[in-house]
């Protein structure tokens, strides 16, 4: 206590203090403060989903006090991910802002190549659309009612085999809502539509049934993608098919005369209901033993052996 009442010693230990933080403490303090790293930020807004490209990143040189740990610093760690949620240009990124796969939210939307295309068609009643039971994955056939004004309901050669990619309710909610009413009672939200994945052919076609026409969707398939990928695969081949007879029969009409084509046009129609293309009947078969049999059906225009 003698120690410390003692005025020069505590006048000497004040200094000494003084001194430190003066010439130790703080100049540490401002290099941390003026010290800078290299940081990747959002160079044009992202949406969710949206995959990050070099062109919407930059590389910028900020101070490092106070930066998170976790910033990415490298654009190979953010190019080719995908936006978790949305952000504005000027964010830095961090892990919690993007993702190795596409938003879980209409993530199939996230898979198309331009090959094929996503359209959607309404389920005219409960019974139209498989009474609610269709999911992603089914493969099912679209049966048209009064097929082109004729009178007659049939299932259009180009949607025998059709996969489900969607099914929505009326509020664009993809997976089954239940929504509890204030008297306690819950209430299922039905599908609306019905969305497919489809050639630019097969889509034209939907486009003029949902226009014109009552659609009916029936289930064919549910299970395996290697099994449902066959019905996909019998499916193409007819199309081509199809497309092939098409374009024969308009080269053929163009270089006769009107004579000509008429009569080229009943013998073509004589010939395609002889040598009408024929789709392949895939037909999955398991039993107890979870093993396929490999079995012939024919009908009246196929004839095809699937090995489930």
């Given amino acids: 206590m003698k ?4 005025r020069t010693v505590l006048g000497i230990v004040c200094i000494a203090l003084a001194l430190i933080i003066c010439f130790a403490i703080t100049p540490l303090f401002n290099a941390s403060k003026s010290s800078t790293m290299k940081i990747i930020r959002i160079k044009n807004d992202m949406k969710i989903g949206q995959e990050i490209t070099s062109k919407d990143i930059e590389t910028i040189e900020v101070g490092a006090y106070n930066m998170p740990s976790d910033v990415a610093q490298k654009s190979e760690d953010v190019v080719g991910k995908y936006a978790a949620m949305e952000m504005l240009k000027g964010e830095y990124i961090l892990p919690t802002k ?12 996230y898979g198309l190549t331009g090959e094929k295309r ?5 389920i005219p009643s409960f019974a139209g659309g498989l009474s609610g039971k269709l999911i992603s994955g089914d493969i099912v056939s679209v049966i048209a009612v009064d097929y082109k004004e004729k009178g007659e309901t049939v299932v259009p050669e180009e949607l025998q085999y059709v996969e489900v990619i969607a099914v929505t309710d009326s509020k664009g909610n993809d997976d089954e809502t239940v929504t509890v009413k204030p008297d306690g009672e819950e209430e299922v939200e039905l599908p609306e539509t019905v969305t497919l994945l489809v050639t630019p052919v097969q889509a034209n076609i939907l486009a003029e049934l949902e226009a014109e026409g009552e659609i009916h969707v029936a289930l064919v398939y549910r ?6 990928q066959k019905f996909i695969s019998a499916q193409e081949s007819l199309l081509e098919e199809l497309t092939s007879e098409d374009g024969k029969e308009k080269s053929e009409s163009v270089e006769g005369a009107a004579q ?20 392949e009947a895939v037909i999955i078969k398991s039993d107890a033993t979870a093993e396929t049999t490999a079995e012939t059906y024919k009908t009246d225009e196929t004839e095809v052996t699937a090995n489930g």
């Fill in 260 to 279: 000509e084509k008429e009569l080229q046009g009943e013998a073509a129609e004589k010939k395609y209901e002889s040598e009408k293309p024929e789709i």
């Fill in 3 to 6: 120690f410390l009442k003692n």
């Fill in 98 to 109: 993007i993702s190795d796969t596409p938003a879980s939210e209409n993530a199939y939307l």
């Fill in 118 to 122: 996503a359209i959607s068609i309404t």
């Fill in 223 to 228: 299970g395996t993608a290697e099994n449902s």
